[in-house]
């Protein structure tokens, strides 16, 4: 069937990518799904710093590459033994499947999917496949799931169905913002009655780990403190909004000696998780979840690890199990404890991506949503 998607074809251009336009508004070929494979229409994708990271060389892929990868859609077909969804259900997307039989799809989300994590990188869907093409030349898939298009087929372990009355917007942010920034708080921090969060890092991620430790922490008795950190005096100020206790720049945590007993790094950059290992009290946990560029590097002092008892965990994807997770956040959205509506700042149609990416990189967005018939953009 024919698609329209967006397309790049080289990383590495110029800013502003409103001006360079690296991703490309074509129209592609898309192969019906496969064995275990389902097709949707997409109706709401995130842009996130996992796509920008493509863009602009940061994290390498197979070009050419149609980009996307947190997004929400309705099933249209289904391929030979899929026998858990039907045509007209909603599903979200994930932006890495689990086969569910390798050592560590064994390890309750700990690791991820090795057969996952390899299709990804070869720009495949689960099983090896690609289903898309342009101008009879193959096209990669963009980390299993390629969302910037008015159709996708995927690996049936690469969506997670959602109850109707969860909307597109809202559910499109359940597979990789909530999923990765709630699990950060959930799966891996652990927080423990009384103790304090603090997320470093206040993007699509970090608030939505901002949100969970808030919904988390209203649930016990007195409540809790949650800080949110950024650079950025418009995140903190919307922090502030959301109910954070207190709102800091990297410098006055520094300067005013601020400690929290689980700290979350959402920010993917080396000084961002100095800064989140130094903000740590004695006997806590750094969680750091933001993915940094190959190669960067950053400077601790492991006496104060020995010494405080400190823990740093990494967590991939929120140490998540998607088939688990999902259900549990679209629960707490539903119940009114988790309003994931508030970390969209702007809603965009296709067409806009470029000058959404320059939002992005510049640190001026959260959470960006391509509404499927938005309008034609710019």
């Not at 397309?7 to 690296?22: F, K, N, W």
């Not at 901002?210 to 209203?218: D, E, G, N, P, R």
């Not at 404890?337 to 000058?355: C, Q, Y």
Request: charged letters at 20%; a negative charge.
């Amino acid at each position: 069937m024919k698609i329209t998607g967006a397309l790049l074809t080289e990383s590495g251009a110029s800013r502003p990518y409103a001006d360079s336009r690296p991703l490309r508004i074509v129209d592609l070929e898309l192969d019906g799904p496969g064995p275990g494979e389902v097709l949707i229409r997409v109706e709401a994708a995130g842009l996130c710093h996992s796509d920008l990271s493509v863009v602009d060389g940061n994290r390498p892929r197979p070009l050419p590459m149609l980009l996307g990868h947190e997004a929400a859609g309705i099933v249209e077909a289904v391929g030979p033994g899929v026998g858990d969804l039907a045509p007209g259900q909603r599903v979200v997307t994930v932006f890495l499947p689990r086969c569910g039989d390798c050592a560590a799809c064994r390890t309750d989300g700990k690791l991820p999917c090795a057969p996952g994590s390899e299709a990804n990188g070869a720009g495949a869907l689960l099983g090896g496949h690609r289903r898309l093409s342009a101008n009879g030349r193959p096209v990669n898939h963009h980390l299993g799931v390629s969302a910037f298009a008015t159709h996708a087929v995927l690996n049936r372990r690469s969506v997670v169905p959602v109850d109707a009355d969860v909307p597109a917007q809202v559910a499109a942010l359940l597979g990789c913002a909530v999923l990765t920034g709630g699990g950060a708080v959930l799966n891996a921090g652990r927080p423990r009655e009384g103790q304090s969060i603090m997320v470093v890092g206040l993007g699509g991620v970090g608030m939505a780990a901002l949100l969970t430790a808030l919904s988390v922490t209203a649930g016990w008795t007195g409540g809790g403190t949650v800080v949110g950190v950024d650079a950025n005096p418009d995140k903190l100020e919307r922090a502030r909004e959301l109910g954070a206790s207190a709102a800091h720049t990297p410098g006055e945590v520094a300067s005013l000696g601020l400690k929290a007993d689980v700290v979350v790094e959402a920010a993917g950059h080396p000084r961002a998780f100095e800064t989140a290992v130094a903000a740590t009290a004695p006997g806590g946990t750094t969680v750091t979840v933001g993915l940094p560029a190959p190669g960067a590097m950053s400077s601790i002092e492991p006496l104060g690890l020995t010494a405080e008892a400190r823990t740093i965990v990494g967590s991939y994807l929120g140490s998540a199990v998607p088939d688990r997770d999902i259900p549990v956040y679209a629960r707490m959205w539903r119940e009114g404890r988790l309003p994931v509506e508030k970390l969209t700042s702007s809603t965009i149609a296709l067409g806009d991506l470029n000058r959404a990416l320059d939002e992005l990189a510049d640190g001026r967005a959260v959470r960006q949503v391509v509404l499927f018939g938005a309008g034609p953009g710019s």
